[in-house]
């Protein structure tokens, strides 16, 4: 079955589309810029998530299509963090580093706080649980938001026994609108969740 949208209403509500219909053990939400190796990586995540009730949602190890490890695990935002990766500007060289889990955050299994939004494998049932994305994002932030939203009902696991590669296509935010979009996310996000500033 395919589902679509009259509307662009965001990458939350087009992922929601699915909720009335989903009736499976496991969901992934997966970015058209993605790419499984082989089919035994899905397989390994299934497994992990069979032995282990308790998580609501499994991240994998991202990788460029060259096999370099993609830094895209997180801290749990704080107003201060995204200010500076929002600048990019080289400074507090260990506190970027840290809000990023390096230098060995990607070697182990652990909980995450933060995880990105382009390969999410969810149990179904939690993912009704939250009701989905917030579709008050349209575009950024939405995934950490999900990802906290899972952590009060459940666990996020980083897993890297398992991988994809992604392109990781971001053109949209060097324009002043992708820009402005991602500003009007952080704000959502920290109203909801609090101005944690440091």
């Known amino acids: 079955m395919l589902l679509t949208s009259e509307t662009n209403s965001g990458f939350g509500a087009g992922n929601n589309l699915v909720l009335p219909f989903l009736d499976s053990d496991y969901h992934f ?45 997180k801290k749990e935002s704080t107003v201060f963090d995204m200010a500076l990766r929002f600048t990019g500007l080289p400074i507090f060289k260990k506190r970027q580093r840290s809000f990023i889990n390096l230098p060995d955050g990607y070697k182990k299994i652990h909980r995450a706080d933060n995880v990105p939004g382009s390969f999410m494998v969810f149990r179904s049932s939690v993912f009704k649980s939250v009701k989905g994305f917030d579709e008050k994002y349209f575009l950024y932030m939405e995934d950490c938001d999900i990802t906290r939203s899972v952590n009060t009902i459940s666990n996020v696991t980083f897993y890297p026994d398992a991988f994809v590669y992604h392109e990781w296509q971001r053109g949209n935010r060097k324009s002043l609108k992708g820009i402005m979009t991602m500003l009007k996310s952080m704000r959502i996000y920290f109203n909801k969740w609090g101005w944690k500033l440091f």
């Open 29 to 73: 939400v997966v970015n058209p810029d993605i790419v499984v190796p082989d089919e035994s990586q899905i397989a390994n995540m299934i497994v992990y998530l069979q032995a282990h009730p308790q998580v609501g949602l499994l991240s994998p190890l991202i990788k460029f299509p060259d096999g370099t490890i993609q830094h895209l695990l």
